[in-house]
């Protein structure tokens, strides 16, 4: 055990370098994820059927096939075509988007929600489309869907794991690499695995303060007790939660 | 390679059986996997309901953690660490057991909807504790998650793949195998990707109508 701890504290040096490859995967991977999200989304909402159906098209998509499947394809196959992308920019378009296209379902049903008295009382206001949407429906919009994108957050964090089998030095790769130094399954795997626990549980964090944030903005804040802000809420599933916006 | 050629049929009705072969492992794995998280999901389920602090607290951050973090390191944990016990059993397994994690709160979910009214009555008709669970508040319960059941069971289809990591040969290991021997990654990469869209999307579309219809 002491030896083991030798080398735990031999290996931390590169744990930095590995915590921070995961992060840039987990936080551009929902950058983009978000981006498309917001795209495919409102792609899915429009009447025009030379809109709605792509956006549909891509969203099923991506949900559809695997992200195992996704990332392998566009590390291995995509470079036959001559589009060669580097390690770290495949794990973050794979991870943007396939989450993205669960966002999407997020995004749309959550402007669904919106009761459309919303969008009738900021027409009767005058207001132009884009002012209606950054102003009025995306606020209330926003509130619905960070908790359903905490979840899709942590599952993208966790879905990063996959970059150390396209050579990214990951916190996964740390982790086998310190369970081939110390031949210590247990000790190794154990630690991996708290380090993904604590970086998820500061996401998860951080998404709480957003949706506080987000529903004070819309008068409808209580000052969160440090218990609420804390604590994990139970994921509701990303595939579960698509139906609950409204039928599409 | 000339561009003329880089899609080749052959190589792809060529990959096909071992893809299916795969495909009927990675159904299994779901089915299976499915079965120990609906049950575990359960008994978890029942379990965050004992009033004592001492089993609930424990049992919570248990969840948590496993709910947390990577499915692929947890396979893989399992798999050096329970070197005796073959590759498949222990995907069945950990597959099981992360999902239980989240079948839990879809069961949950179910049990706070049954209407306080039927607990009522059951007390009413003084009924005992266990023929109220079994006979008035499991069925009501159940009837509710099986959306999400039918839900997770397509998201963990979708996540077989990474019994790749633990030499468990599915539909994308078979197809990474084929890759390897023939230098040719295109047809069958992209084979796995199809026929993962071809049962997954159709499966989705009848949860959809399962939901609307018991909704």
Redesign the interface.
């Known amino acids: 055990m002491s030896d083991d701890l030798q080398t735990l504290i031999d290996s931390l040096p590169d744990l930095g370098g590995a915590v921070l490859v995961t992060l840039e995967m987990t936080v551009g991977g929902a950058a983009l994820a978000m981006i498309v999200a917001l795209v495919l989304g409102f792609g899915a909402r429009t009447r025009s059927l030379w809109v709605r159906g792509p956006s549909r098209v891509v969203i099923e998509f991506f949900r559809g096939t695997s992200l195992v499947v996704q990332i392998f394809w566009l590390f291995y196959v995509l470079p036959q075509f001559g589009f060669k992308m580097e390690a770290l920019a495949v794990a973050i378009v794979a991870l943007g988007l396939n989450y993205g296209a669960y966002g999407a379902e997020v995004v749309r049903g959550s402007i669904a929600s919106v009761p459309t008295s919303q969008w009738e009382a900021a027409t009767a206001l005058n207001l132009g489309w884009a002012h209606k949407v950054r102003r009025v429906v995306f606020p209330q919009a926003w509130a619905l869907m960070l908790p359903q994108l905490a979840n899709l957050l942590i599952q993208l964090l966790k879905g990063s794991a996959l970059a150390f089998y396209i050579t990214l030095h990951d916190v996964y790769w740390w982790t086998d690499e310190l369970q081939r130094d110390t031949r210590d399954t247990f000790f190794s795997f154990g630690i991996g695995l708290i380090i993904y626990f604590v970086i998820a549980y500061i996401l998860t964090w951080g998404m709480n303060w957003l949706e506080e944030r987000a529903k004070r903005r819309l008068g409808r804040g209580t000052r969160p007790r440090l218990r609420d802000v804390l604590g994990l809420k139970p994921g509701v599933p990303s595939e579960v939660a698509r139906v609950k916006g409204g039928v599409a | 390679?000339n561009d003329e050629s880089?899609w080749d049929w052959d190589t792809a009705w060529a990959v096909l059986p071992d893809l299916l072969q795969g495909l009927v492992v990675t159904v299994e794995a779901t089915v299976i996997g499915m079965i120990i998280a609906s049950i575990l999901g359960l008994l978890i389920a029942l379990a965050m309901r004992t009033p004592t602090r001492w089993v609930r607290g424990p049992l919570r951050f248990v969840v948590?953690?496993v709910?947390?973090?990577?499915?692929?390191?947890?396979l893989?944990?399992a798999w050096?660490?329970l070197v005796d016990i073959p590759p498949l059993a222990i995907g069945f397994g950990v597959l099981g057991v992360h999902y239980a994690t989240?079948m839990s709160?879809?069961y949950?979910a179910g049990i706070e909807a049954v209407p306080p009214g039927q607990w009522e009555a059951a007390t009413a008709l003084n009924l005992p504790r266990g023929r109220t669970w079994r006979a008035i508040i499991l069925p009501q319960a159940i009837k509710n998650t099986l959306?999400?059941l039918g839900?997770?069971a397509?998201?963990m289809f979708?996540?077989?793949?990474?019994l790749?990591?633990i030499t468990v040969v599915e539909m994308?290991s078979a197809a990474?195998r084929f890759?390897a021997n023939t230098f040719s990654?295109?047809e069958p990469?992209?084979m796995?990707?199809?026929l993962?869209?071809l049962v997954?999307?159709p499966t989705?579309l009848l949860v959809?109508r399962m939901?609307?219809r018991l909704?």
């Open positions: 390679m880089i948590d953690f709910r947390m973090t990577p499915l692929l390191v947890q893989v944990f050096l660490l989240y709160e879809v949950r959306p999400g839900n997770y397509v998201s979708k996540e077989t793949p990474f790749f990591a994308y990474q890759g990654y295109i990469l992209t796995v990707g199809l993962f869209l997954s999307y989705s959809r939901e609307i909704a």
